[in-house]
């Protein structure tokens, strides 16, 4: 995304092609009367072409980043559609609130720390007032550890450059954001949520986008220990996907399972969601989303290699679900639709730091492998972590964000990315001759997880200690979080709850807490 | 007078309503019901945990009907309902001591006796439409 130098390049050279048919329809005018004219026609039709490279940038970098912003209704229903009735309003309220809270936090503060010292933003048209990075001198090299301008998008910021940035990044915030709200669901009070929110909007998030994508020291691990190209993510596997699957892993392992998951001998039981169809579609508009996220990250229309990303971004997603549908076949004699819809997405969180540096097979390898994956992390995670994840966050976007970014640095190819983080040539894998990059690749994971999960456990502390804890109490949970929490019921029409009357009393393995028939509700 | 209850498959619901209005009987009231009746019980996964469905989704009918009517209904039911596997439900018969029409106040056989029979089993049959 960001890569100071790279796009530059990449957009001249995308501007003399535009410009060259020009130039000759020019040359080809009879009645020049002299080199003179001939030469400020070209002047003027390349600076036309530039323009028009320019607007074409703006446009495909905001039209994209609509997209993205739809995300936010996919995981919404996904993730009501994997949860009870009871707590439908509630799980869908946190992900409707998630975008605005998370947005204005990122603005205030975020933005700055991630984007503050991005250098010029060549695509763009080149803008470079977002030009202040702290960074810390070790061994000889500067590594960038946040930036510092463009708080509130006031002063230098406001430009439009600036804002249409912001608006393509924001939106990507929000996707890391709204994760955590799947692996917490059903227990978490609404208070708690909004505070641990904004932590993730104005710094968890920021610092390691700032490290990959706004010129900091993993971007740097290429031109500094000639790693690679440094920590390559493309779209965000770790950025993005990874980061909010490890603030989940942290804030589901802290506030602890829902009542009736795991029996007393700690068997983990099935709360089936109450509504299979919603987290479906949820699922496909994701897919749809996902177009903008991975081909959005050009952050310019003009870049042809749009169509390679788009294309692997669908073929990872597709070999994704078909990867869980058949695991589950061959496992339980039946596919599961909601693990096929885990499936589709760890496929394309997968894709999504490798989508423009891959071939078509490696995208279907890759997906596959994340469908197939994203089962058994569910089931480790479930059954023997016992940490419970009503939707399987931790797994799809933790578990294979952390493949994405690996992948690439096995399977990068060599056909692009040729000045990415200021270093020449185009991005290899281990697989095609680089193992630099796969070693940076790892450093990525690894900070990803220990810097991420650091600052996650410190953000729930503190939450704790401001708003009072973050588990409801047994007898909302039993109750439905609904009415306590938001005070509007999803369904107060529906005359019972389907889960309280298909499960039985008394089947032996299953917990006596999520048995009870629904309390009469008002 | 008797209240007769039949707990019938939910699938075969559309040939049990057209069995029962071609038999005249018209007052039907239903509802959804979930119940076991001696069926295994069904064993599914979900993300990977077992979920077990004891009760099964049913449709409940109840029917007030004047004594001509009682052994038409049983056998209305008893052709339309039946698929021949375990789980085609039961149908109960139990004496029904009054029936007040609240509308009019009428009683018993009076009050079972819909006034727009004959048109609201044409309709149900896909004969005339109002």
Known sequence: ?522 | MKLITAVVRPERLPQVKAALFRAGVTGITISRVSGHGGERELQEHYRGRTVVLEFREKVRLEMACSEPFVEPTIKAILSSARTGQVGDGKIFVQPLERVIRIRTGEVDTAAVTAVTADQVQRRALGGDRP
């Open chain 1, 1 to 522: 995304m960001t890569r100071p130098g790279f796009s530059r390049s990449v957009g001249l050279g995308l501007l003399l092609t535009l410009a060259g048919p020009l130039t000759l329809v020019a040359q080809g005018v009879p009645t020049a009367p002299a080199a003179l004219a001939t030469d400020s026609l070209v002047t003027a039709a390349n600076t036309a072409a530039a323009a028009n490279t320019v607007a074409i940038n703006f446009v495909w970098t905001l039209v994209t980043g609509f997209l993205v912003m739809f995300m936010q209704a996919g995981f919404a229903m996904v993730e009501t559609g994997f949860t009870r009735a009871k707590n439908a309003a509630h799980t869908f309220a946190m992900n409707f609130m998630v975008y605005g809270i998370g947005m204005l936090a990122y603005w205030a503060v975020g933005f700055a720390l991630q984007a503050g010292g991005l250098g010029p933003m060549a695509t763009l048209g080149g803008f470079d007032k977002l030009s202040h990075e702290l960074s810390v001198g070790i061994a000889g090299h500067t590594w960038g550890l946040f930036g510092t301008t463009g708080f509130f998008l006031t002063g230098v910021a406001y430009a439009a450059p600036v804002f249409t940035y912001f608006l393509f990044q924001m939106v990507f915030m929000d996707t890391a954001a709204t994760i955590p709200t799947g692996a917490m669901a059903e227990r978490w009070k609404f208070s708690a949520f909004v505070v641990f929110s904004v932590f993730i909007g104005a710094v968890i998030y920021p610092l390691f986008a700032n490290w990959t994508w706004g010129g900091g020291w993993l971007s740097q691990l290429g031109t500094n220990l000639g790693l690679g190209h440094g920590h390559v993510d493309f779209a965000g596997s770790s950025v993005v996907h990874m980061t909010g699957g490890v603030i989940a892993l942290v804030g589901a392992a802290l506030i602890g399972p829902r009542r009736g998951k795991y029996s007393a001998d700690g068997t983990p039981n099935a709360i089936p969601g109450h509504n299979i169809p919603m987290a479906l579609v949820g699922t496909f508009i994701l897919c749809f989303g996902w177009f903008g996220f991975n081909s959005g990250s050009t952050l310019a229309g003009s870049d042809l290699r749009i169509g390679v990303i788009a294309t692997n971004t669908m073929l990872a997603g597709a070999a994704g679900s078909v990867g869980a549908m058949i695991f589950l076949w061959i496992k339980y004699g039946k596919p599961d639709p909601s693990m096929m819809a885990n499936g589709a997405l760890a496929g394309l969180v997968a894709i999504t730091a490798p989508c423009a540096f891959v071939t078509a097979p490696s995208a279907v390898l890759i997906g596959g492998v994340a469908g197939v994956l994203v089962c058994i992390a569910v089931f480790f995670i479930d059954g023997k972590l016992r940490i419970d994840d009503p939707v399987g966050a931790i797994s799809v976007h933790g578990v294979n964000g952390l493949w994405g970014i690996l992948s690439l640095g096995l399977l990068a190819d060599g056909t692009y990315g040729d000045g990415w983080n200021g270093v020449p040539g185009a991005v290899r894998g281990l697989f095609y001759g680089d193992p630099g990059q796969f070693v940076a690749q790892l450093i990525g994971g690894v900070t990803n997880f220990v810097a991420v999960g650091a600052m996650a456990y410190g953000a729930y502390k503190l939450t704790e200690v401001l708003v009072g804890g973050h588990r409801v109490s047994a007898e909302v949970e039993e109750l439905g979080l609904d009415l306590p929490e938001v005070g509007a019921l999803a369904y107060p029409d529906a005359p019972e709850l389907a889960s309280a009357v298909i499960l039985s009393e008394t089947a032996p393995h299953l917990g006596a807490a999520h048995l009870e028939p629904e309390p009469e509700a008002v």
